[in-house]
T-cell receptor, first 111, second 115 residues
Framework: GNSVTQMEGPVTLSEEAFLTINCTYT??????LFWYVQYPGEGLQLLLK?????DKGSNKGFEATYRKETTSFHLEKGSVQVSDSAVYFC??????????FGQGTRLTINP | ETGVTQTPRHLVMGMTNKKSLKCEQH?????MYWYKQSAKKPLELMFV???????ENNSVPSRFSPECPNSSHLFLHLHTLQPEDSALYLC??????????????FGPGTRLTVL
């Protein structure tokens, strides 16, 4: 079945550091890929998405490229801020099947 | 973002109580979902509704009873819960269930504590 694997957290960085959160997936066919973010005490918010190979999703300085050859959708940001502290979820969806989430990566940014 | 609202935001209940969680979406979507988020566990999809019909029920205990009276509202009725049911319950909606590019929009969740 379909699955998503994220890098183990928690991840702690200093402000203005470069961020990468790894995400790889297993799926037959061509899923759509998503990154969601959950700030403390809130629900999930869509951060970005990509629906076909080589697409790049971007939002709020975050980027992720759909890499079919490596089945990856790594999240990157060039310079993180304290306000980026949150839990990040990678997810995929294929056809009418349900959204499949990774386990989440907790990110803490120190000033 | 107020596209999907949930009430109450926090709920404490005893094991013999009956309560309901409410979700409302203002996005004109056709599909609605209930998820359970427990500490240290992946998000669990509980129920899916499309055009007010239940299309998925992921082996959820009968003490959880969903209701979708129209495409904008979704309820989760709770009765005789167990302490292990304490979690964050998230509602989501999306435009079209069958489209793989379809994005789900989440509400803020209800933090449920069962004593």
């Amino acid at each position: 079945g379909n699955s998503v694997t994220q890098m183990e957290g928690p991840v702690t960085l200093s402000e203005e550091a470069f961020l990468t959160i790894n995400c790889t997936y297993t799926a037959t066919g061509y899923p759509s890929l998503f990154w969601y973010v959950q700030y403390p005490g809130e629900g999930l918010q869509l951060l970005l998405k990509a629906t076909k190979a080589d697409d790049k999703g971007s939002n709020k300085g975050f980027e992720a490229t759909y890499r079919k050859e490596t089945t990856s959708f790594h999240l990157e940001k060039g310079s993180v801020q304290v306000s980026d502290s949150a839990v990040y979820f990678c997810a995929l969806r294929q056809g009418a099947q349900k959204l499949v989430f990774g386990q989440g990566t907790r990110l803490t940014i120190n000033p | 973002e107020t596209g999907v609202t949930q009430t109450p935001r926090h709920l404490v209940m005893g094991m013999t109580n009956k309560k309901s969680l409410k979700c409302e979406q203002h996005l004109g979507h056709n599909a609605m979902y209930w998820y359970k988020q427990s500490a240290k566990k992946p998000l669990e999809l509980m129920f899916v509704y499309s055009l007010e019909e239940r299309v998925e029920n992921n082996s959820v205990p009968s003490r959880f009873s969903p209701e979708c009276p129209n495409s904008s509202h979704l309820f989760l009725h709770l009765h005789t819960l167990q302490p292990e049911d304490s979690a964050l319950y998230l509602c989501a909606s999306s435009q079209e269930l069958a489209d793989r590019t379809d994005t789900q929009y989440f509400g803020p969740g209800t933090r449920l504590t069962v004593l």
